[in-house]
């Protein structure tokens, strides 16, 4: 059972519109990645969020921010919306520093951009 | 920089039968690899991951996957397909061991058949 929860699960949204995406981490997780999904392809890395600072950032511009807060919940926004911005993100957690750490994936958000 | 290929976007097999996908990968570290599958409608799940323990490497459900440096492959197989195994499979590999900040493969589509 991985613990990860996302919300909301679907979502419409007008081109030029900014939008929020939540995640709850498994409990004790201080790491949370983002990923894009557009339909048919595989994911890609968006960021990664360790202990409320952003430590890794894939190919995606800065109109993609993120938030991680002290309870290792994090958001995830896009402003000026675009088309192709219609994917699934999936939201991932993790802790760093144990050894063995393992990633979590939640099931994910479903934006539409129309 | 890393990254991974799936050869063949589809693959189709009878119940019973051998699975194989196929994913190779390019790497100018050591690479940790790993493999995911993704039902419809729902996030990843992990089935195994390679962290240079053993080659060989044993996961959920039946599968495995060995990891082979000559070749640069590391390839998914189950001796014997169930209807349940129908799915995408992704192959992605991570700069460490925890499977954070992944780049995935683009999927392969597994079809099984009665």
């Known amino acids: 059972e991985t613990g990860v929860t996302q919300s909301p699960t679907h979502l419409i949204k007008t081109r030029g519109q900014q939008v929020t995406l939540r995640c709850s981490s498994q409990?004790?997780?201080?790491?949370v990645s983002w990923y894009q999904q557009a339909l048919g392809q595989g994911p890609q890395f968006i960021f990664q969020?360790?202990?409320?600072?952003?430590?890794g950032r894939g190919n995606f511009p800065p109109r993609f921010s993120g938030l991680q807060f002290p309870n290792y919940s994090s958001e995830l926004n896009v402003n000026a919306l675009e088309l192709d911005d219609s994917a699934l993100y999936l939201c991932a957690s993790s802790h760093s520093g144990r050894g063995k750490e393992t990633q979590y994936f939640g099931p994910g958000t479903r934006l539409l951009v129309l | 920089a890393q990254s991974v290929t799936q050869l063949g976007s589809h693959v189709s097999v009878s119940e019973g039968a051998l699975v194989l996908l196929r994913c190779n990968y390019s790497?100018?570290?050591?690479?940790?690899l790993f493999w995911y599958v993704q039902y419809p409608n729902q996030g990843l799940q992990l089935l195994l991951k390679y962290t240079s323990a053993a080659t060989l490497v044993k996961g959920i459900n039946g599968f495995e996957a060995e990891f082979k440096k000559s070749e640069t492959s590391f390839h998914l197989t189950k001796p014997s397909a169930h209807m349940s195994d129908a799915a995408e499979y992704f192959c992605?590999?991570?700069?460490?061991?925890?499977?954070?900040?992944?780049?995935f493969g683009k999927g392969t589509t597994l079809s099984v058949s009665s």
């Open positions: 790497s100018s570290v050591p690479p940790y």
């Open positions: 992605a590999v991570s700069p460490n061991q925890a499977g954070t900040a992944l780049i």
């Open positions: 409990s004790g997780h201080n790491t």
């Open positions: 969020y360790y202990r409320e600072e952003e430590n």
